[in-house]
């Protein structure tokens, strides 16, 4: 079983930035692909953005030029640092990991609350 633990949410003022990072319980580069998503209430999961293990990233319209999602394999971790933070940008953020050695299988960690301040 894989474990991705989120850390780094919290209560920053639109402008404001925070940094994100999920830690897996095993090597990184396992995965074929690590993204972030983010859920708020009522509204569906939708992604942000994601990186697969050739390093290619891509990232949801409403974010781009202002995130940036990076892996450190050495640290089994992915980042998600956030710059000019909108109030819509307000949610709570969940790390995937995507494995396809046997079959397709996502993982989930348990989230972060992100919360932006107007």
């Known amino acids: 079983q894989v474990q991705l633990v989120e850390s780094g949410g919290g209560l920053v003022q639109a402008g404001g930035s925070l940094r994100l990072s999920c830690a897996a319980s095993?090597?990184?580069?396992?995965?074929?692909?690590m993204g972030w998503y983010r859920q708020a209430p009522g509204e569906q999961r939708e992604l942000v953005a994601q990186i697969s293990r050739d390093g290619t990233t891509n990232y949801a319209d409403s974010v781009k030029g202002r995130f940036t999602i990076s892996r450190d394999n050495a640290r089994d971790t992915v980042y998600l640092q956030m710059n000019a933070l909108k109030p819509e940008d307000t949610s709570v953020y969940f790390c995937k990991a995507t494995s396809v050695l046997v079959r397709v299988t996502d993982y989930w960690g348990q989230g972060t609350q992100v919360t932006v301040s107007s």
């Open positions: 095993r090597s990184i580069l396992n995965f074929y692909a």
